[in-house]
């Protein structure tokens, strides 16, 4: 699941920095998807050593 968390934010992101001018918002939907992405994988990986 996390790299879908991962990809959707950047595509949108990109798109919106190209398509509609949007620096600022299209910046934070990228940045928002690398961490979303980042954070899930650890807690992820977290979650199953602690279950395991």
């Not at 190209?18 to 998807?33: C, K, P």
Request: hydrophobic letters at 60%; a negative charge; proline letters at 4%.
């Amino acid at each position: 699941m996390a790299p879908l968390l991962m990809f959707i934010p950047i595509c949108i992101g990109v798109v919106l920095r190209r398509d509609y001018e949007a620096e600022s918002q299209g910046l934070a939907l990228i940045v928002s998807g690398v961490v979303g992405g980042i954070v899930g994988w650890i807690l992820g990986m977290l979650l199953m050593n602690f279950l395991v």
